[in-house]
């Protein structure tokens, strides 16, 4: 009785080997296909992340031994003055965006959707900005907000209003950072937000059209509920970019007019490249790195329960 049992224990475990060196096999080629990109992957990605999870507990010195501080750097970090104003700086600048960056899309987006003429234009019109460098887009805004010969000072001197110092006055440097982020990148979201409503069945319409319902009641109770999966998956998306704003106050400000436009990543950029401190440099984006996962965590929560309902 042992034996047989042994023997069928011994053909189950053959088949077994079989069975994985089959699928191993069939598999084999689609593996060494994707290896190189999951090598650039943990190289480029996953590497950095852990080295600079490491770096933030140590004293980087480029010339000399590195040394293990354990929370010094996190410490150095709390008590800079400069930290607390880099937060409030990017919380004002991801609550501007939203008022202004987040509803934007959706009202050209169904601007765009209800034309009957010329929608591919105004769908080329709309996402070219996006096709541009950022570097390109931030230059050419940099122009615009010239005091002096400036686009918008001009326009203004057109309407007989006074000329305003855009990136030179504390009181709408921000603003005017808002609005070349909302212009450079409205158009990628519109086409996202237009793509949802091409997907909306027709027959809703015609259903709440029989029942007599208006424009803006087809929008407030067919259109928005259909679009509401897009819109809360859009706004954490645009949360986490908003976050790490570097781009526009690094070119155009430099964290001015008396700091204020300096940012998270930008102080975390004069950390590392401009104070030679890469310690400090990794335990704030250590910081902005939890704070970006709390924020994925409920991406990916908001992800799992909308596909539940649906």
Do not use: C
Request: zero cysteines; hydrophobic letters at 55%; proline letters at 6%.
């Amino acid at each position: 009785m042992r034996d047989g049992i042994t023997a069928t224990q011994s053909t189950r475990q053959s088949r077994d080997r079989v069975y994985w060196r089959r699928v191993l096999m069939h598999n084999l080629v689609p593996y060494l296909f994707l290896f190189p990109a999951l090598m650039l992957f943990a190289l480029f990605s996953w590497y950095p992340i852990v080295r600079g999870f490491i770096i933030s507990f140590q004293r980087v010195d480029l010339l000399g031994p590195t040394q293990w501080v354990g929370l010094a750097n996190f410490q150095l970090v709390l008590n800079d003055p400069l930290f607390v104003q880099a937060w409030l700086n990017t919380l004002q600048f991801a609550g501007m965006a939203f008022f202004l960056g987040y509803f934007v899309p959706i009202i050209l987006a169904l601007a765009v959707n209800e034309m009957r003429r010329g929608r591919n234009y105004f769908q080329l019109a709309f996402y070219l900005p996006v096709m541009l460098p950022p570097m390109v887009s931030v230059i050419l805004w940099k122009w615009f907000y010239d005091p002096g010969p400036g686009l918008m000072n001009t326009l203004l001197r057109m309407f007989q209003l006074p000329p305003q110092l855009w990136l030179q006055s504390p009181d709408t440097a921000m603003f005017s950072l808002v609005i070349l982020s909302t212009w450079a990148n409205a158009g990628g979201t519109m086409l996202l937000y237009l793509a949802a409503l091409q997907g909306i069945p027709a027959h809703l319409y015609d259903a709440a059209e029989i029942d007599g319902a208006n424009v803006g009641q087809r929008l407030m109770h067919v259109t928005l509920p259909q679009l509401r999966s897009v819109m809360l998956i859009l706004l954490v998306l645009q949360i986490i970019g908003t976050m790490q704003v570097f781009t526009e106050p690094f070119v155009m400000t430099d964290g001015g007019p008396v700091n204020a436009t300096l940012t998270v990543m930008l102080l975390l950029y004069r950390y590392a490249f401009q104070y030679g401190n890469f310690g400090a440099a990794g335990a704030l984006g250590l910081m902005l790195f939890v704070v970006l996962v709390a924020f994925s965590i409920v991406y990916l929560w908001l992800t799992r329960r909308i596909g539940g309902e649906d």
